[in-house]
């Protein structure tokens, strides 16, 4: 069954023009509000401040002594950005200097890939209370955290407390739209309660809505609309991003792409709806 006339919000932007003829195809009325916009690598500057302290040649690992990997497209992104000005291997040299600290399997397996002993393996379910009791008799206290997609107060709070000096790393490819107006309109309208369905194909198109909502003071209210709706994400890495925020996803695709999250949630959306009404 298609949309049949449901309200479906997308935040896609690179291919918002196919999203939106995939929704109309499907009976919805869409409205399509491009979430973000790619950044240069070479404009990451944090991540080069980073590299500038770690690459000290006259003390190993410069100004840290334990380098903290939250997730593995953050590390492989940091490398990427740093071989804009760095020859190829400089990270994975420096990084042999210092503490290694991976949470979960995805930035394990980078370390392996790029030869990078690894001092500790954060164990599931890999939040920041894992990180902190798994470096808890830890030594270091020279600490730089790898951040991607979200910040992680809780854990450099932690780490403070202990006494550490900690610098965020946080290295990214998306910023929110040179015009963020549709964005605006959109959590506008979703508040108000002008969508059934939202569509949602990564896990940045969350944490930007939630960030121009928090810099409006809607957040609380974005939070609260969203479950009045049906929630289609693509698949786990976005629904695991939603949960992280405290929203629950109401289904994800048979597989994780646009058009079979378009068809599928066409034919599951009314019923899923009913239930919530």
Same mark, same amino acid.
């Given at each position: 069954?298609?949309?049949?006339?449901?309200? !479906?919000?997308?935040?896609?932007?690179?291919?918002?023009?196919?999203?939106?003829? *995939?929704?109309?195809?499907?009976? =919805?009325?869409?409205?399509?509000?491009?979430?973000?916009?790619?950044?240069?690598?070479?404009?990451?500057?944090? #991540?080069?401040?980073?590299? !500038?302290?770690?690459?000290?040649? /006259?003390?190993?690992?410069? @100004?840290?002594?334990?380098? !903290?990997?939250?997730?593995?497209?953050?590390?492989?992104?940091?490398?990427?950005?740093?071989?804009?000005?760095?020859?190829?291997?400089?990270?994975?040299?420096?990084?042999?200097?210092?503490?290694? !600290? $991976?949470?979960?399997?995805?930035?394990?397996? &980078?370390?392996?890939?790029?030869?990078?002993?690894?001092?500790?393996?954060?164990?599931?379910?890999?939040?920041?209370?894992?990180?902190?009791?798994?470096? /808890?008799?830890?030594?270091?206290?020279?600490?730089?955290?790898?951040?991607?997609?979200?910040? %992680?107060? /809780? *854990?450099?709070?932690?780490?403070?407390?202990?006494? #550490?000096?900690?610098? %965020?790393?946080?290295?990214?490819?998306?910023?929110?739209?040179? @015009?963020?107006?549709?964005?605006?309109? #959109?959590?506008?309208?979703?508040?108000?309660?002008?969508?059934? $369905?939202?569509?949602?194909?990564?896990? &940045?198109?969350?944490?930007?809505?939630?960030?121009? #909502?928090?810099? /409006?003071?809607?957040?609380?209210?974005?939070?609260?609309?969203?479950?009045?709706?049906?929630?289609?994400?693509?698949?786990?890495?976005?629904?695991?991003? *939603?949960?992280?925020? =405290?929203?629950?996803?109401?289904?994800?695709?048979?597989?994780?792409?646009? =058009?079979?999250? $378009?068809?599928?949630?066409?034919?599951?959306? =009314?019923?899923? *709806?009913?239930?919530?009404?």
């Amino acid at each position: 069954m298609p949309f049949d006339g449901l309200r !479906v919000l997308s935040l896609e932007s690179r291919r918002s023009a196919e999203i939106e003829r *995939l929704i109309r195809g499907q009976g =919805g009325i869409p409205f399509v509000a491009p979430s973000m916009r790619e950044i240069p690598l070479e404009n990451n500057s944090l #991540a080069f401040d980073f590299a !500038v302290r770690l690459f000290q040649e /006259e003390k190993a690992g410069g @100004d840290f002594d334990m380098v !903290v990997f939250l997730t593995g497209v953050g590390a492989r992104l940091l490398n990427q950005i740093l071989e804009t000005r760095y020859p190829p291997g400089t990270l994975a040299r420096a990084l042999r200097q210092v503490a290694v !600290v $991976v949470r979960g399997s995805k930035p394990l397996a &980078v370390m392996r890939e790029w030869g990078v002993p690894v001092a500790v393996s954060v164990p599931e379910p890999n939040t920041w209370r894992e990180v902190l009791a798994a470096t /808890e008799k830890r030594p270091e206290r020279r600490i730089a955290v790898q951040e991607y997609g979200r910040p %992680t107060p /809780e *854990l450099i709070e932690g780490l403070r407390r202990r006494g #550490a000096e900690v610098t %965020t790393v946080p290295v990214y490819q998306w910023d929110l739209p040179e @015009d963020p107006g549709p964005l605006r309109e #959109a959590i506008r309208r979703l508040i108000g309660g002008e969508f059934d $369905v939202v569509l949602l194909t990564t896990s &940045v198109q969350i944490q930007h809505l939630l960030r121009v #909502a928090a810099g /409006e003071g809607l957040d609380d209210q974005v939070r609260a609309a969203l479950p009045r709706t049906v929630i289609a994400s693509v698949g786990p890495s976005t629904s695991a991003t *939603l949960r992280e925020f =405290g929203i629950e996803p109401d289904f994800e695709p048979s597989h994780p792409k646009m =058009g079979f999250l $378009v068809n599928e949630a066409a034919s599951r959306a =009314g019923e899923i *709806l009913q239930s919530k009404r």
